[in-house]
């Protein structure tokens, strides 16, 4: 038993033709080292020991995730350990190894111990079960920007979060959305579930609702809201569906003209509620180029916008505030030629009332 396990490595070489680098041995799950001998390891006489051979014992295993009701399918080699399996778990998935245990047919499996030492065969399913740690810290970021934290289980629901962080910011936020990493978390699911540990933090978002504008033409459009936005941000939403300057919109809702500056909730504007726009201190016309007048058909390519401007004001009565093609608000210093105007061009003019 003088031999060293690199010798033997040798024979093997000898009479199977593997290369020594290729092999692996072990005896009693432990992994023998080249320069240490049989007998330090307690190899005597009609000892077994375990030879694995790199590159020939591929084969492919898959990872049962309950939490994440997912399967990872893993190629491996059958002298892998289970700590290296964790290693490629963890280059799929971000899953810290220390946060889980993996079991095949209901037995822990230990880190140290190989595929081949465990008799795992090739199409094998491992369980992945999260460890609960008794305590984590959480921060949970609130819509006003204010940071609540809050030391919770890692087996608590998303639920038993909203409740716990309402009950520590004195109202309820069961109706909102809690997001981490910009991803919105469901009620039913546990933290572990989403791998949040200590330290992670949360977001409450306000959750949104549809509401109804109508203009005055009749016509209605539906917009996407949260009660925490301002009208002023609204307005913007109506623009970006309408091409209506954000300056000349007004908006009412039950009679009343609503303030930039005040949010939905403030004149409690809820889900399916509508809202009527009308105009501030100005009017808007939707008109073709031909159907302004002779006098702007007789203008050149090469016409400034502020000319344009000045002609249009001289044939309605009225001082131009802005004229826009589709949502654009044209610029006084460049020409008709640069918006490629031509006489079927509908251009909307804001109008200052007289």
């Given at each position: 038993m003088s031999e060293t396990i690199k010798n033997l490595k040798s024979i093997v070489r000898e009479k199977e033709g593997y290369a020594e680098n290729l092999q692996e041995l072990f005896f009693a799950d432990e992994w023998l080292r080249d320069d240490l001998k049989l007998a330090d390891y307690g190899v005597h006489s009609n000892s077994t020991l375990h030879l694995v051979i790199h590159g020939l014992d591929l084969i492919k295993i898959f990872i049962n995730i309950p939490s994440y009701e997912k399967i990872l399918e893993l190629e491996v080699e059958t002298c892998h350990t289970i700590?290296?399996?964790?290693?490629?778990?963890?280059?799929?998935?971000g899953t810290q190894s220390?946060?889980?245990s993996l079991l095949y047919r209901g037995k822990l499996l230990e880190d140290d111990r190989t595929l081949a030492s465990l008799d795992i065969p090739?199409?094998?399913i491992l369980y992945l079960v999260f460890h609960p740690r008794d305590v984590i810290l959480i921060s949970v970021k609130m819509?006003?920007?204010?940071?609540?934290?809050?030391?919770?289980k890692a087996l608590f629901t998303i639920h038993d979060v909203?409740?716990?962080?309402?009950?520590?910011?004195?109202?309820s936020v069961a109706g909102h959305n809690l997001l981490h990493a910009g991803k919105k978390l469901a009620d039913s699911k546990t933290l572990a579930c989403y791998d949040i540990g200590e330290n992670h933090v949360l977001e409450i978002s306000t959750p949104t609702f549809q509401i109804f504008v109508k203009d005055w033409h009749g016509k209605t459009i539906?917009?996407?809201?949260?009660e925490d936005e301002t009208i002023w941000c609204l307005k913007h939403k109506v623009f970006d569906k309408l091409h209506v300057p954000v300056e000349v919109q007004s908006l009412k809702f039950a009679r009343k003209l609503l303030k930039d500056d005040l949010d939905l909730a403030s004149y409690n504007i809820q889900k399916d509620s509508t809202l009527h726009l009308v105009f501030r201190s100005s009017t808007v016309h939707w008109m073709k180029f031909s159907e302004i007048g002779p006098q702007v058909l007789a203008l050149r390519k090469t016409t400034p916008i502020f000319y344009l401007k000045a002609t249009i004001q001289k044939i309605m009565g009225r001082r131009v505030k802005k004229v826009l093609i589709d949502g654009l608000e044209l610029e006084n210093g460049l020409t008709m030629a640069a918006y490629g105007i031509d006489k079927d061009t509908m251009l909307m003019l804001v109008l200052e009332v007289r």
């Open positions: 700590e290296n399996i964790k290693s490629l778990i963890q280059e799929r998935e220390n946060c889980y090739p199409q094998s819509p006003n920007g204010e940071i609540v934290k809050s030391e919770v909203k409740l716990i962080i309402g009950s520590m910011v004195g109202f539906i917009l996407d809201v949260r």
